[in-house]
């Protein structure tokens, strides 16, 4: 019995994804969002990027997306997206590489008849993944 819990703990442990280290950090977008980023390092030698962006309000939920991904190593990632209209807006991103740091630069747009409301960051904001 006491062998069968070992060898499962070994086996569901080694299933479960081995966070190395992981760091979040945060900034406010022009037009009213709230943007979160966090980088891990995870098995493989990859790291994951998890970028949200929070409405302040119901009315002017974000439709499209287009944010650069640029790594402290030099590669970077454009990412386009296209939504349902959302206010809370999530995607998920994994590199190859093990980079010091990632910066997001970009906007998210709610596009409507009456014209589009962009909720921009003022800056790139980065996030240390070491």
């Not at 760091?23 to 009213?32: E, P, S, V």
């Not at 650069?68 to 386009?80: K, L, P, T, V």
């Not at 959302?86 to 970009?106: C, K």
Request: aromatic share 8%; charged share 15%; hydrophobic share 40%.
């Amino acid at each position: 019995m006491f062998n069968q819990v070992i060898s499962a703990t070994l086996i569901i442990s080694f299933l479960l994804p081995q966070i190395i280290q992981a760091a979040i950090n945060q900034d406010t977008l022009k037009g009213g969002a709230l943007g979160i980023a966090q980088c891990q390092h995870i098995r493989g030698r990859k790291t994951k990027v998890i970028w949200r962006v929070i409405i302040n309000d119901p009315n002017i939920p974000i439709n499209a997306t287009h944010f650069r991904f640029q790594m402290s190593d030099g590669s970077a990632r454009d990412i386009y997206n296209a939504v349902a209209p959302t206010v809370d807006y999530q995607t998920t991103e994994v590199f190859d590489e093990l980079p010091n740091q990632v910066a997001i630069s970009g906007e998210a747009y709610s596009i409507r008849l009456s014209g589009t409301h962009r909720y921009s960051l003022r800056k790139p904001l980065t996030v240390q993944c070491d």
